[in-house]
């Protein structure tokens, strides 16, 4: 498949994204992960920047991922398995920098994203979600500084763009776009998305499909 051309990309992907989709297993630490048998692309970001709706918006399913107005929702590594026979999976991820959470929970999940992040030889690219209202925030560069360590390659995501004006959403693409050209392995492109209204999600499907062909 690597031989696909961008125009087919788009079509590829939006055939994959309309037909199977399963949910396979979710890991509470990593000795629960599933065999490494297929390429994995991971959610990651703050607790409620969106990422269990991007991956709904994604597939195209609205209840898939489950998602809530409070931060926290997401507790483990949730994988999904894409297109049958098995062509790829995506990993929902519980979201770092959350206040409230009580401190040991919090380190449990920081350990078990960033172990699985460092460590995982099937992921072929992680998602790093920001608010396109507020933009990268330290706790991200610490990520992002995590995976320019570990080289693995990773790509800056705005989320909730229907909630920013246009002149700002440009303004935070910009200076998001400058910080990761900066950075050895992010992507140089920032998608825009918004889970609510459609917008960059094609764009991030034939984002997706390129990590893992
Ligand atoms: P945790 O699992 O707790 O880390 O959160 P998360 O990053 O998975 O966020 P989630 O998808 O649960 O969304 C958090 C809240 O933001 C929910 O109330 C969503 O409805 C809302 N939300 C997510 N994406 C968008 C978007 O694109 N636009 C708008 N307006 N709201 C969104
Ligand atoms: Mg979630």
Do not use: C
Not at 9 to 33: C, D, M, N, Y
Not at 43 to 58: D, E, H, I, T
Not at 95 to 121: C, E, I, S, T
Request: hydrophobic share 40%; net charge neutral; no cysteine.
């Amino acid at each position: 498949m690597s031989d696909i051309e961008e125009p087919d990309l788009h079509e590829v992907a939006r055939k994959l994204f309309s037909g199977p989709i399963a949910f396979l297993k979710s890991a509470p630490s990593l000795q629960f992960l599933p065999d490494p048998d297929a390429s994995e692309v991971a959610f990651a970001g703050r607790s409620n920047v969106g990422k269990s709706s991007l991956l709904n918006a994604l597939t195209n399913r609205r209840d898939l991922a489950r998602t809530s107005n409070t931060p926290g929702r997401t507790q483990e590594l949730n994988f999904f398995d894409v297109g049958d026979p098995l062509r790829f999976r995506l990993v929902d991820m519980p979201g770092y920098g959350f206040a409230k959470a009580p401190k040991d929970v919090a380190r449990k999940w920081r350990y078990l994203v960033n172990d699985y992040l460092r460590g995982r030889q099937a992921l072929k690219r992680a998602l790093v979600l920001v608010d396109s209202r507020h933009g990268i925030k330290d706790i991200d560069r610490e990520v992002m500084t995590m995976l320019d360590e570990a080289a693995v390659s990773y790509h800056l995501v705005l989320t909730k763009a229907d909630k920013n004006k246009a002149s700002d959403l440009a303004q935070i693409e910009a200076e998001t776009a400058r910080e990761a050209l900066k950075r050895p392995a992010a992507h140089p492109e920032v998608l825009a998305t918004s889970s609510e209204t459609g917008l960059g999600i094609e764009r991030l499907r034939g984002a997706v499909l390129e990590a893992v062909l």
